[in-house]
């Protein structure tokens, strides 16, 4: 079910429709071009989508911010009478409405996302279940794919029942680790193609799929003022507790997409590594950041300048320059 909620220009309520899914299309298309409000949630940019399409213009927001124009109990009324008024205030943060390609691009990651989860999951299981007949497996997934001698030279612990339980786990291990590698494969091809890839892919600390995933995540980098914005969004910035003269500074926000966040910190511990043997004026900034304020601060630092950079390349269409 859809809840339509339609204001005039002085916030009047003219419209209040309650619609089957199927029907809220047609309706919309029978209307003149207007300021259309959705709240981000699962199908969002599929609507957002068609709606434009139709001649709408469409803006979408994160569910916390419209959250406190709910003036009453949470209905479907209420949500839609909240987010039409929230989707008129002058300083809203919208969402970037993502194409159909970027998607695609984000489809992928999704997807090894999971395969990712499962082997993880499936490696710690028989892990957990060989150390119950006292064999101990070190942890780390190469160490997994040595299972078979693992099991050839503790014969006289396990069974043979167990044995083939455990070896129709790694089996089914293995599919995991292929999907994986599959993906790994299609989102470096598809990097590779890809000019914007291709740039961000210079900057120290971001690989095929971190810019991969922040370029098709960002989307209209002019979207967002400058490049603090985009590292707000993404969650890399201190978490802010302040009042009054007393300014209260703490750790990461975590807001915004996970996924991409976990990416470039990652990409900033690799390249977190090697600065100590290197001279330039970025290194050196990193080696210096890494000695003042400890390994894992100065990689959400480096993070955070990576997403600055990125958002940079993005809005001005420039190629990197190296320091």
């Known amino acids: 079910m859809g809840q339509i909620h ?10 209040r429709k309650r619609l089957n899914r199927e029907k809220v299309a047609p309706f919309l298309a029978t209307l003149l071009p207007c300021l259309i409000g959705i709240e981000a949630s699962t199908g969002a940019h599929y609507w ?8 709408h213009t469409v803006k979408m927001m994160a569910p916390q911010f419209v959250k406190p124009y709910i003036k009453s109990n949470k209905n479907d009324l209420n949500d839609a009478c909240g987010i039409a008024e929230a989707v008129t205030r002058p300083d809203m943060r919208f969402v970037p409405i993502k194409r159909i390609e970027q998607q695609d691009i984000l489809l992928s990651h999704r997807a090894r996302e999971l395969a990712v989860k499962q082997r993880t999951a499936q490696a710690n299981q028989i892990r957990g ?3 119950e007949y006292g064999v101990i497996l070190p942890k780390g997934i190469r160490y997994l794919k040595k299972i078979t001698e693992t099991l050839e030279q503790n014969h006289d612990k396990l069974t043979v029942k167990s044995q083939i339980i455990f070896a129709r786990l ?8 292929e999907q994986v590698k599959t993906y790994d494969k299609e989102i470096e091809n598809a990097a590779l193609q890809s000019v914007q890839c291709r740039e961000r892919m210079k900057i120290e600390g971001v690989g095929p799929l971190t810019a991969s995933a922040t ?6 980098a002019k979207l967002f003022k400058n490049g603090r914005e985009v590292s707000a969004w993404l969650g890399l910035v201190p978490k802010q507790h302040s009042s009054g ?5 703490s750790g990461m ?7 991409v966040r976990t990416l470039l910190i990652h990409g900033a511990r690799a390249a977190l590594k090697n600065c100590d043997k290197k001279t330039d004026r970025r290194s050196i900034w990193i080696a210096n950041k890494k000695h003042r304020s400890g390994y894992n601060v100065a990689a959400v630092a480096l993070a955070n300048k990576n997403a600055r950079i990125i958002w940079a390349m993005l809005s001005t269409g420039e190629c990197y320059r190296t320091a």
């Not at 003269?245 to 500074?249: G, P, Q, S, W």
């Open 6 to 15: 339609g204001t005039d220009a002085k916030g009047n309520c003219v419209l």
């Open 48 to 55: 957002a989508r068609l709606f434009e399409n139709m001649g």
């Open 129 to 131: 279940l060989l150390a």
């Open 170 to 177: 790694y089996e089914q291990f293995k599919i995991y680790d």
């Open 215 to 220: 370029v098709a995540t960002i989307g209209d």
């Open 245 to 249: 003269n007393t300014v209260r500074l």
């Open 253 to 259: 926000s975590k807001r915004g997409d996970r996924y």
